[in-house]
């Protein structure tokens, strides 16, 4: 048997070192040439660093959170071949991205980290995963996952997770109630014991990007709020013709296109909504075109894809590349054009949306919007109580280059046009 040092090669454009985010293998493994080894994140991307080689996995260098300089060793092996040095001779597959839309504020800020939002995400394929040794850890698994675990009795620990890096799905812990008999439906049961302990997580990875971009957006940009309600009833008929009408081929229209399209129509009027603040430069640049990021929550955290150009689509249009990106970022296979040069971000919190947040901008953009469920409510109208389809709307706005009356314009300006769904397409 030969020793082989396998040293960390060179993952980009300027890039001198990266951050270990997770070890697909442990000390004694053995690897076949092309075996993902570690995922490692620089400021531009993460990426699967590959084996060069087939053998047993003797020594690796760093932890997950570690830094480790591009050329320094990171993994020995012991193989079959001659001893010897490998860098920069193995390929580097793109991974999980460096930001993300997000929240983004509310829940975004994100790459895109994202306000709705998380800044300046990277692309990422599905992920691979090859180990042939488990690491006890705690559970990863989404906010809706984790509830209806608790709900049903379950420890998440107890679940194998066939998500990346063992997340725990929806289906695993289907799979689980239904091995030992429970529903998901059934009442928390009692704790025998108090619980005691404290699970020490590290912040790495995507999940320091983001908290990276949350401080920078929170600390150096002074929020203010506006809250709005809007009467979407007439949007409502509009988008349920549409969808009873539309072809095989067209994707399902939500609300998000039409406050889309609104949004790219209105924004000529609203130049400093459509920005970018370079506080250190002391300029701000007023955008033409209106980029749309749009905060996505995924396995992997916040990201925030962007449609692009959305003043020159129709509805069916700005569906289709809403649906393209959102997908691709869920899946892993946005571009890095996908997840970057947002102008203006758009949070939404779907079903779980609330009556109001207050959203985080998504740096360097002055302005990001919340968009909470539309639900029945009654109302006064012509002096009777009517029931009107009723949708919240937070905004957030850098008020050092945006004033309030100018905040509150657009968003009475984006009010208008959705109450009058008409307006959007003269």
């Known amino acids: 048997m030969a020793k082989l040092v396998f040293k960390l090669p060179d993952i980009g454009e300027g890039v001198v070192e990266g951050e270990v985010v997770q070890w697909h293998v442990s000390v004694g493994d053995s690897v076949s040439e092309d075996t993902p080894i570690v995922d490692m994140m620089t400021d531009k991307a993460t990426v699967t660093i590959p084996s060069p080689a087939e053998g047993v996995v003797t020594s690796i260098s760093g932890n ?3 830094m480790v300089a591009v050329g320094s060793m990171l993994v020995e092996f012991e193989t079959e071949a001659d001893s010897g040095t490998v860098a920069d001779s193995a390929p580097v597959s793109e991974s999980d991205a460096a930001n993300e839309p997000e929240p983004m504020p509310a829940q975004v800020a994100g790459p895109t980290p994202a306000p709705a939002p998380v800044p300046a995400p990277t692309p990422v394929p599905p992920p691979v995963v090859a180990t042939t040794k488990t690491v006890n850890r705690k559970a990863l698994a989404s906010p809706a996952v984790r509830k209806r675990a608790f709900e049903a009795g379950v420890e998440l ?6 998500g990346p890096a063992g997340r725990v799905r929806h289906a695993d812990l289907d799979a689980f109630i239904a091995a030992r008999g429970t529903t998901s439906g059934a009442a928390p049961t009692a704790f025998s014991t108090n619980r005691t302990g404290i699970t020490e997580v590290k912040v790495v990875g995507l999940r320091r990007k983001i908290a990276e971009q949350m401080v920078k957006s929170k600390s150096s940009i002074p ?7 809007v009467d979407v009833s007439e949007l409502e008929e509009l988008r349920q013709v549409l969808n009873a009408s539309k072809h095989d081929s067209q994707p399902k229209l939500s609300y998000l296109p039409f406050i889309m399209l609104a949004l790219a129509k209105i924004m000529p009027e609203h130049p400093e909504c ?3 603040y370079h506080e250190e430069a002391g300029v701000v640049h007023r955008h033409a075109a209106v980029h749309i990021g749009v905060a996505t929550q995924t396995e992997r955290g916040l990201y925030v894809p962007v449609i692009k150009h959305t003043e020159a689509m129709d509805s069916w249009q700005a569906a289709s590349e809403l649906l393209r990106v959102s997908q691709a970022a869920r899946d892993g296979s946005a571009s890095l054009e996908d997840l970057t040069g947002s102008t203006f ?6 079903r779980d949306g609330g009556l109001g947040a207050t959203p985080i901008i998504n740096h360097p953009e ?3 919007l919340g ?3 539309a639900r029945e409510m009654p109302v ?3 002096g009777q109580i009517v029931v009107r389809r009723i949708m919240n709307l937070s905004s957030s706005f850098d008020h050092r280059v945006v004033d309030g009356a100018d905040g509150a314009s657009l968003v009475q300006h984006l009010k208008g046009m959705l109450e009058y769904p008409a307006r959007i397409f003269m």
Request: net charge negative.
């Open 64 to 66: 997950a959170g570690d």
């Open 157 to 162: 620990d107890a679940v194998s997770g066939s």
């Open 223 to 229: 929020h203010f709020s506006f809250f709005e309600e």
């Open 274 to 276: 459509n920005a970018h």
């Open 345 to 350: 971000t758009i949070t939404s919190l779907g």
């Open 366 to 368: 002055v302005a990001i």
């Open 371 to 373: 968009v909470h469920k």
């Open 380 to 382: 006064v109208r012509n």
